[in-house]
């Protein structure tokens, strides 16, 4: 019960010290630490599978990737991940297996690269988003995307 109130009063601050300071950045996640935060709090994950040699992955985080709408909104809604599509040393669990990333890109059916794939608070997969996107029409996307997801009644 102690871990319990630790943990919410570490999150509470954290959400305190975002709004005192703005948010800059995406609050990126390892994939097995936004499933646990997704334990505590229900919330989509947003991944972004990418590679290193990839020149627009790159130019989705200098451009898409830094611009505040961006950020707030990803951060706001979303759990967000940096997957490797080729990283075969680093290994988690998910669903009682153990993976490394280019293993969840595969299982994620990703293939092309940048991908971004949208996963719902069951964690199951709900679409992906292949390709670059200028901030605006990525944001367009989105939004859309977690429209459909839960469309209002």
């Known amino acids: 019960m102690e871990k319990i109130r630790i943990f919410f009063f570490l999150l509470a601050l954290g959400f305190l010290s975002q709004n005192v300071n703005g ?31 990839c020149g627009w992955c790159k130019k989705m985080d200098k451009d898409t990737f830094t611009d505040p ?13 940096k997957l490797n599509a080729e990283d075969t040393k680093r290994t988690f669990n998910f669903m009682g297996k153990e993976y490394n990333e280019a293993q969840m890109a595969a299982a994620m059916r990703v293939r092309s690269y940048p991908n971004f794939v949208i996963i719902d608070p069951t964690l199951q997969n709900i679409t992906q988003m292949p390709g670059y996107r200028e901030p605006v029409p990525f944001l367009e996307t989105l939004t859309g995307v977690v429209a459909n997801a839960f469309p209002k009644k």
Request: no cysteine; glycine share 0%; charged share 30%.
């Open 69 to 81: 709408k961006v950020i707030e909104y990803i951060n706001a809604n979303f759990y967000a991940v």
């Open 23 to 53: 948010q800059d950045q995406i609050e990126w996640m390892k994939f097995e630490k936004a499933v646990e935060a997704n334990e505590f709090q229900k919330k989509m994950l947003f991944v972004d599978v990418y590679t290193d040699w």
